[in-house]
């Protein structure tokens, strides 16, 4: 069997930055257990399947796909940066000649556009509630040591723990942070905790960025993710609270680092808007 298979950088307008996906279009169905030994093979934090729906459906004509992500450990409920991966097969090197691409997923339909050099993600934007901060006092101190910590939120509907450092941090300090990741797993004693945002408030003036932060996800058998779009439908909401804005421009500062251009909008969804670089194209062979 053939597979054809891509590797796109995610939310980077250049090779080798922001986050890299594995993208497989499926012609026919898989066997259940391929989705799992592929991407683990791939060994990325995400590799994403588009597969068709109905007999008939064309990778370069149809507007609406199936998508389904899988990290080198297990399939997960919503990835922001290999859904952008994906649309950016599908307009840029399948040629599709829908404005607006449709995935149906595990969570829900999510919708690609594309927008001048952009593609433009619509995705679910998802509250974080404040924490009690005793409940995740030993997995902080492994994540941040003895650093100010300003608030402390967890978001329910993708199990992330989102922990804002002191305004009084620089970018910088985020970027330095020496984390190590496998000591949360011990150190996370709520059972509840599948990933966790570290954050800062950016610049204040109204020029460069509106936020930072950083991902982990070592439940997930993702030590750092370098740049990710579900952790940002939970960040949209919570610094569009804090700010006061709705348009924010984000940069996730991980060794490869990303942009994100946000939108939040009314009906509770927000547009995540980044670039993609195609750095690979072939077959799996199998």
């Known amino acids: 069997m053939q597979i054809p298979i891509f590797t796109v950088d995610a939310f980077t307008n250049r090779p080798f ?19 799992q030994k592929i991407a683990t093979e791939m060994n990325l934090s995400e590799t994403a399947f588009i597969r068709k729906l109905k007999p008939g459906d064309d990778f370069t004509k149809s507007s609406c796909f199936g ?16 859904t952008l991966a994906s649309a950016a097969v599908l307009f840029h090197v399948q040629k599709n000649t829908n404005s607006v691409l449709t995935f149906v997923t595990m969570s829900g339909e999510l919708k690609a556009r594309q927008v001048k050099d952009h593609i433009v993600l619509d995705l679910p934007l998802y509250t974080a509630y404040p924490q009690e901060l005793k409940e ?10 003895d650093m100010i910590v300003q608030d402390v939120r967890y978001s329910p509907d993708t199990s992330n723990l989102l922990v804002r450092l002191s305004d009084a941090y620089e970018r910088s300090v985020l970027e330095n942070l020496t984390v190590s990741a496998q000591r949360f797993l011990s150190a996370e004693k709520t059972g509840k905790v599948k990933g966790l945002i570290l954050t800062v408030k950016g610049n204040s003036s109204g020029k460069g960025h509106d ?12 030590l750092e993710d370098p740049v990710t779009g579900s952790a940002h439908a939970v960040l949209s909401s919570y610094w569009s609270e804090q700010l006061g804005k709705k348009e924010m421009l984000a940069f ?19 547009d995540i808007a980044g670039q993609t ?7 799996l062979t199998f």
């Open 17 to 35: 930055a922001g986050n890299p996906a594995a993208v497989c279009l499926l012609e026919n169905d898989l066997d259940e257990d391929l989705h």
């Open 67 to 82: 998508l389904r992500w899988f990290t080198p450990a297990k399939e997960i409920p919503l990835c922001g940066h290999a």
């Open 136 to 145: 995740v006092e030993e997995l902080i101190k492994a994540a941040v040591g």
């Open 211 to 222: 936020f930072y932060s950083r991902y982990f996800a070592p439940w997930y058998g993702v």
């Open 252 to 270: 996730q500062c991980s060794r490869r680092g990303g942009e994100l251009k946000i939108s939040v909008r009314g009906d509770g969804r927000v």
């Open 277 to 283: 670089a195609v750095v690979l194209k072939g077959n």
